[in-house]
C-alpha cells in the first residue's frame, strides 16, 4: 500500500496520483458500449439475443428471456432457511428505514391568493439492474426494489444476467420475498439500453438504477437524459478514521472488505497513529493470506490503496471530506463528537464495532452510494430516486395585478417582449 505523511512535502500530489488511477475510463470502453447502445436502439430484441449469446454465453431463443414467479418460490425452497430469514429481515429493516423517505405533496396560499405547492408523483416505470450469476447480489435486488416500492412506482423492471445460464437462487429467493413479477435474463451495457429504448420484449423505462461493471456505468452515463438514472457508479471505496483505541486487526478486515470486491476498488486509512498505522500494515498481510480472493486484494491495496499518516484527527477529517469516499468508518472512540465535522461521504459508520459490511446487508441504510468523489453533490439510493416533483402555481387576479408589473418588467429587461405582453393583456 502507499504509506503517506501529511509531513512530507508533496504528499497532496501522492494522494492525486492513487485517487486518480481509479477514476479514469477508457476511451475503448466508452466506443463499444456506444457500438451496444446503438445495435440495441435499431435491432431490439435480434440486438439483445445475439449480444446475450455472445456476451453471457446463454441463449435467451432457446430458454427464455425471463425468469418467473414459479421459479423464484422454488429457489426460495431450496435455499438454506436461515439464510432466507435473514433475506426476510433485511428486507424488513430496509423497508422501514427507506418508509421515512416518503414525500408528499403540498400546496400553500400565500398573502396575494396565490396558490403554489408542489406535487409528487413517482415514475411510471423503473429499471432495476442487479449483478447475477456467480457474482449476484441478492441483497442489491433488496436495496434497489424497496425504495421504488415505497415510492409507488407502478411497475417495476428487473434485469440481471445468466452468464452460461447459471441462475442464483439466492437472488431468486429474494425476488420472491419482494414479490417480483419477472426478472428478464440480461445484463451489462445492452440491458440498460434496451431499458432506455425498449425492445419487443423488454418495457422502456424512465429511470434505471443499481450498480454494474464499468459497461453497465458507461451506458448509464451515455444514456443519461434519455432515462434518469441513480449514479454512473466506480469501483467500490472505504476510508477508515481511527485513533489509538482501535483495532488494528478490525482496521485490516474492513479495509479488505472493500478490496475483495475488485482490483479498482479503494481502501484507505487515515490517521495520527503511527504505531496503529504500522500494525494494521502487519494485520493486512496475515488477514490476506487466507482469503479466497486474495489476489484481487492484493491488487486493489497495491494499486489503490493508502495509509495516511496525519497531524491530528481535524487533519484526517479534512482529509476524508477531500476524498468524499463512499464509505466512511469513524473508528473513534467519540465518533458522534466528529460527526457534523463530516461533509463529504456516502454513508458513515460510527464507533469501532461499526463495520461497513453490516451496512451492506441488514443496517437498513441504502448500500448504492455515490463513488468517485460525487459523495461531494450526490446521495445514497432512496425513495426520492422514484420520484417527480412537480410545482403548481395558481394566480387570482388579485395576485396577477399586484406581481404582473413586475414580472412586465423583467421580462422586458431580458428583451422578451412576448413575455411582458402576456402578463399586461390581463391587467387591462
Known amino acids: 500500500m502507499e504509506q503517506i505523511s501529511t509531513r512530507t512535502p508533496g504528499w497532496e500530489k501522492r494522494l492525486d496520483m492513487v485517487l486518480s488511477r481509479s477514476r479514469s475510463v477508457s476511451a475503448d470502453i466508452d466506443r463499444t458500449v456506444s457500438e451496444i447502445i446503438t445495435r440495441v436502439r435499431t435491432q431490439g430484441d435480434r440486438a439483445m439475443a445475439a449480444l446475450t449469446r455472445k456476451l453471457d454465453r446463454f441463449d435467451p431463443d432457446k430458454e427464455g428471456f425471463c425468469i418467473d414467479p414459479d421459479m423464484m418460490a422454488h429457489a426460495a425452497g431450496r435455499i438454506e432457511p436461515e439464510l432466507y430469514e435473514a433475506l426476510a429481515v433485511a428486507a424488513e429493516r430496509i423497508r422501514a428505514f427507506h418508509s421515512h423517505q416518503r414525500e408528499e405533496s403540498w400546496t400553500i396560499t400565500d398573502a ?12 411510471n416505470r423503473a429499471g432495476i439492474y442487479t449483478p447475477g450469476g456467480r457474482n449476484a447480489f441478492p441483497s442489491t435486488l433488496l436495496m434497489n ?15 440481471s444476467p445468466t452468464p452460461d445460464g447459471r441462475v442464483n437462487d439466492t437472488l431468486l429467493a429474494a425476488a420472491h420475498i419482494l414479490g417480483i413479477g419477472r426478472i428478464f435474463r440480461i445484463g451489462g451495457a445492452q440491458a440498460v439500453a434496451a431499458l432506455a429504448f425498449g425492445t419487443e420484449s423488454i418495457p422502456k423505462v424512465d429511470v434505471v438504477v443499481g450498480p454494474g461493471n464499468i459497461y453497465v456505468a458507461r451506458a448509464k452515463a451515455q444514456l ?13 471505496e472505504i476510508v477508515v478514521i481511527a485513533d489509538k483505541g482501535a483495532s488494528p486487526s478490525w482496521i485490516a478486515c474492513d479495509l479488505l472488505s472493500q478490496a475483495e470486491h475488485d482490483p479498482m476498488a479503494s481502501a484507505m486509512l487515515i490517521t495520527p497513529e503511527e504505531t496503529l498505522a504500522a500494525a494494521v500494515l502487519d494485520h493486512l498481510e496475515r488477514e490476506q493470506a487466507s482469503l479466497p480472493r486474495r489476489e484481487i486484494t492484493a491488487r486493489s491495496l497495491a494499486d489503490h490503496g493508502a495509509i495516511i499518516i496525519t497531524r491530528d484527527l481535524d487533519e484526517a477529517i479534512a482529509i476524508a471530506n477531500t476524498i468524499a469516499p463512499e464509505h466512511l468508518e469513524l473508528m473513534l472512540a467519540d465518533a458522534m463528537t466528529h460527526l457534523n465535522k463530516i461533509r463529504n461521504a456516502g454513508a458513515v459508520f460510527l464507533g469501532y464495532h461499526c463495520m461497513e459490511a453490516i451496512g451492506d446487508y441488514v443496517a437498513g441504510p441504502n448500500h448504492t452510494l455515490p463513488t468517485a468523489a460525487t459523495a461531494r453533490f450526490s446521495s445514497a ?3 426520492y430516486n422514484f420520484l417527480k416533483r412537480t410545482s403548481i402555481v395558481g394566480m387570482s387576479p388579485q395576485a396577477v395585478h399586484e406581481l404582473g408589473p413586475m414580472a412586465a418588467r423583467m421580462a422586458r429587461s431580458e428583451d422578451l417582449e412576448a413575455h411582458a405582453r402576456s402578463v399586461d393583456c390581463r391587467l387591462t
Open 112 to 123: 396575494t391568493g396565490s396558490i403554489l405547492g408542489q406535487k409528487v408523483t413517482p415514475v
Open 145 to 159: 426494489v424497496i425504495p421504488a416500492q415505497i415510492a409507488g412506482v407502478d411497475e417495476i423492471v428487473v434485469v
Open 224 to 236: 443519461q437524459g434519455m432515462i434518469g438514472i441513480d449514479a454512473i457508479a466506480g469501483p467500490s
Open 381 to 383: 439510493l432512496g425513495v
